[in-house]
């Protein structure tokens, strides 16, 4: 499993110092880097950590999250670090398109955040499965950093 930090993505595709994720140009150029990194990755999924991120607005929410879900599956990504406000902005795009995500909560816990349809449920279901190690069930496999 791949892990993204979306400050490191910023500083690389943007410009170094900045921990905003605002403007549909932003979100492009961030979306853009974030597709390199995970091209070649198969079908592994990717924790992409909004952690140190700043502000989220909602057209970088559109331009990274929807599209990122909209091409490549919920399957393919765990949103990791969203903060009250990161949330505030990203309910709305996925409303707009009738998009789930799946996020990573406290202690690892993973639920969904948006319009969650059956195949969203199946993803997340898929996802807890191939968290859960080998002995027996009992513990999770940690997610990457």
Known sequence: MNAIDLR?????????????????????????GIELAIAGGG??????????VRLLDL????EIIAKLVL????????????SAS????LEPVLEHHGLAVIVEESAGRLELLG????????????LRAYLI?????ADPRPLPA
Request: aromatic letters at 6%.
């Open 8 to 32: 490191e993505m910023l500083h690389t595709t943007v410009a170094h110092g900045y921990g905003d994720l605002v403007t549909r140009r932003t979100g492009a150029a961030v979306r853009g």
């Open 43 to 52: 079908e592994a999924p990717t924790v992409i950590d909004f952690s140190a």
């Open 59 to 62: 057209s970088c929410a559109d």
């Open 71 to 82: 091409q490549y599956g919920v399957r393919r990504f765990i949103f990791r670090g969203l």
């Open 86 to 89: 990161q949330r505030e902005s």
């Open 115 to 126: 319009t969650a349809g059956d195949t969203t449920r199946a993803a997340l279901a898929e």
């Open 133 to 137: 190690a080998g002995d027996g069930g």
